[in-house]
């Protein structure tokens, strides 16, 4: 009889330790429900991001398109025209400073006159100043800067058809 009782003790023990255990993953199931309810969350979120990232990318890939076309399309003379200004209308200076920008040249005001020295500078070689452009990539441009050449190139009369008729050179930067 002391064996059947010892036995029955174990069992219990073992019971209880059973009983512990399930407790346990129930209370691990319910938190896994809630981080799976979380992660489903998650995951239609990133699929609008996702969404609407596609449709910005849909839209802006024709506009780079047409932009890399308008630089590849420029010619060494158009760009020579441009630099040899001494004294450029302010739409040629503007398509200038928003260039800088993007391709990171540090400036002040390239109305200034020793500005504009360094936008010809920056003209003297115009098949590099055509393939910088052309490698640019617009995901390594910080939004600040993407940002601040936009705002130069909706200036009003920045209008690139309008710019382009002034300058083939400025249009095609612009």
Known sequence: MVEVGKKKEETNKVVAQVEKATEEAGIEAKAA???????????????????????????????????????ANLEKGDIGELKGFSSPKDEYKL???????LIGTPHKKPAELKEWKLA?????????????????????ISEDVKNKADAILKKEGMEVERVMKMSKAAGGLA
Not at 38 to 66: F, H, M, R, Y
Not at 95 to 101: D, G, K, N, Q
């Open 95 to 101: 398509v200038m400073e928003a260039i800088m920008l």
């Open 33 to 71: 429900g809630v981080i799976m309810e979380s992660a489903d969350i998650c995951v239609t979120e990133a699929g609008i991001i996702q969404a609407k990232c596609d449709k910005e990318l849909a839209e802006a890939l024709p506009a780079l398109k047409k932009a890399q076309d308008a630089v």
């Open 120 to 140: 010809q500078k920056i003209m003297g070689n115009p098949e590099e100043l055509k393939q910088i452009l052309m490698k640019l990539a617009p995901e390594t």
